[in-house]
């Protein structure tokens, strides 16, 4: 059940590409209701709320406590509604729940790439970093352009995590960097939209130009701390439909000695499980020539579970001062660049290796 609440906006606090974030003076209905809650609207979805308009919120998030989407979420504007706009596309997400949007997918009619996606059948050999968490996505581009500042990188968000790709700020703040976002599913807000992650991925390669795809979910993480119960098992699926349109696949590691929880010690188990037994095919599996030799002999314990992937070494250097150089803040489960440089450095690394698969310039 949604936890319904209205409230009346006081003042933006933030807006970004398609999110406002608000200040809401609470109705309160329950005796630990706040009587100010901080909210987010997504423009395309349901206009921009203005100081003094009435708001419907749902606070399930809120009242969860979410570390990433820790928000009240505006529903509606019930006194000042959008002007109607006519559907440009035909494909619709978050399909069957009140807020469903219709989009234009990039291989659909209506679309200027259809001609070039109806017949596209493969990537290039394009190489393409899978990892798990949407916060290695700019430590991984960080690696990728410190090795080839010429390349263009687009992303394909996946929809594990956040579906609207405007609720990440950190995506925000790349986009002069990037060639283009793609979101994938259920996902949506990209710069393209598409049904899945093979049509994702062909569109990150003919319709953005990229010489290197990322891919990952959007910000967050469903997990269950079951063995199978977690979104990031996209990361192997993401392996197996690289190699099926002829890309060359690279696992960003997701490696950590800063997290308490030992299953994500060393390899995390996510991983383990996506690259051991979701992904079919090799990938290359990036860790970094400068690790703690504690870590990495956790990790050494770890790699028989890999055994299908090319473990690659990769030399660090200037890396850290690219993560640093970076336009966004790093952070990954609370934890930013000096709490868990491993974290940060392996995915850049992984970002290096993609970026020296590519021809000479």
Known sequence: MVRWRTGTVTRHRNTWTGAVELDIELDRRAPDDPEHVKALAYTELVGTPL????????????????????????????????????????????????????????????????????TADDIGGMPVVAADLHSALPAILAGVHATRPDARVAYVMTDGG??????????????????????????????????????????ARHALGADITITTQGPGNLGTGTTWGFSGTSTGEAVNATTVLGGRPVGALRVTDADKRDRHQGISHHNLTAYGRVALVPADLVLPAELDPALREVID????????????????????????????????????????????????AAGRHAARLLPRA
Do not use: C, W
């Not at 790349?174 to 049509?199: C, M, Y």
């Open 51 to 118: 100081p003094g308009d009435r708001v419907v919120l749902n606070t399930n998030a809120l009242k969860a406590g979410l570390g990433t989407g820790g928000y009240a979420h505006v529903i509606a504007i019930p006194d000042r509604l959008p002007e109607d706009t006519d559907p440009v596309g035909h494909i619709v997400k978050a399909r069957y729940t009140p807020l469903q949007t219709m989009l234009l997918a990039a291989d659909e009619e209506a679309s200027p790439h259809r001609d070039t996606l109806a």
């Open 301 to 348: 314990g770890q790699l028989p579970a890999l055994t299908r992937h090319r473990v690659v070494t990769v030399d660090v250097t200037g890396l850290d001062e690219a993560l640093r150089a970076l336009p966004v803040k790093l952070s990954t489960m609370g934890r930013g660049l000096d709490a868990d440089h491993a974290y940060f450095l392996t995915s850049a």
């Open 162 to 203: 956040a579906l609207p790709a405007a609720f990440s700020r950190t995506l925000d703040a790349l986009r002069p960097h990037l060639a283009g976002t793609v979101t994938t599913g259920q996902a949506f807000g990209g710069d393209l939209e598409s049904t899945n992650i093979h049509t994702g991925l062909l569109a």
